[in-house]
């Protein structure tokens, strides 16, 4: 089974940067679709980011234009870049990798925090 690994989460201020990182046990280049969601106190679960295998990515309209998310094969990473944070982007942090096969695989979470 594979074991994804996020790292990166922590407390910023408003305006601030985080990098986010997801591990994967295998080889990344098995999967399809790459993605990054968030859930807030009090919130649903949104999706974030999106990145597929031939390398389009897609965005929720509240994150366009500040995060980016990427990937690199060699390290089996996916990254989820965060510029010019915001208090409403507080919450825990979940990648998710799907596979052609039917495979889906859940991070463990990690806390962003951001102060007014």
């Known amino acids: 089974q594979v074991q994804l690994v996020e790292s990166g989460g922590g407390l910023v201020q408003t305006g601030g940067s985080l990098r986010l990182s997801c591990v994967a046990s295998?080889?990344?280049?098995?999967?399809?679709?790459m993605r990054w969601y968030r859930q807030a106190p009090g919130k649903e679960r949104e999706l974030v980011a999106h990145?597929?295998?031939?390398?389009?990515?897609n965005y929720a309209d509240s994150v366009k234009g500040r995060f980016t998310i990427s990937r690199d094969n060699a390290k089996n990473t996916v990254y989820l870049q965060m510029n010019s944070l915001k208090p409403e982007d507080t919450a825990v942090y979940y990648c998710?990798?799907?596979?052609?096969?039917?495979?889906?695989?859940w991070g463990q979470g990690t806390q962003v925090t951001v102060s007014s």
């Open positions: 998710r990798l799907n596979s052609y096969y039917g495979d889906d695989y």
């Open positions: 295998e080889n990344i280049f098995n999967f399809n679709v």
């Open positions: 990145i597929t295998s031939g390398g389009s990515t």
